[in-house]
């Protein structure tokens, strides 16, 4: 979370070494979902999606309905970003009905943040900033600093596309104040990047 990405895949890697291949396969699928956010974080996507996969086929095998569904979510913001939108569309529905049926408003918020990403990337902007707003209401409700600094990232991004300025850099700035409250150094340089960007 802070951005000390490299630090933290080494511990990562020394705790993954640490278990043996039939040890506590729970926390090995924790494990290696951290390491593939971790990527992602890194815009490896593609590293990000193979550890991924390894995680679901874990979380599947322990029959751990929550894991699978973040390693589901995580993918398919993974497979968004590398513009594989079907196939992201297909995994964050599945992601909505395990989330639904657990009652995980976080998560569900973060699925209305992907559906958001999704449509702004098909042009369906109408429909885009109405997942966007419902992920936005959810994440203030629940006061995830996190997840709503990276709503109003995906906000101002699609304020970006469409054209209108003065809004996308009203989002970038409150993602800021988001990722400075909590400290997330990484999420703090993205945001400044994309605004010194667009103010530039």
Known sequence: MMGDLDESMSFFQNALELLKPEENPRLRARILHNIAINYKFKEDYGKASSYLSKCIKLAKKNNDVYQK??????????KARMGELSESNALVMTTFQIFSELDAKSEIADVYKILGMINRKNKNYDVAISYYENSK????????HLNLGETYLEIGKFYEDTGERDLSEKNYLSALKEFQFIQ?????????????????
């Open 69 to 78: 569904g973040l390693s589901y979510l995580e993918q398919s913001e993974v």
């Open 137 to 144: 209401r959810m994440n203030l409700e629940s006061n995830n």
């Open 184 to 200: 997330a150094n990484a999420r703090i340089e993205q945001t400044q990047t994309v605004l010194n960007k667009l103010t530039n």
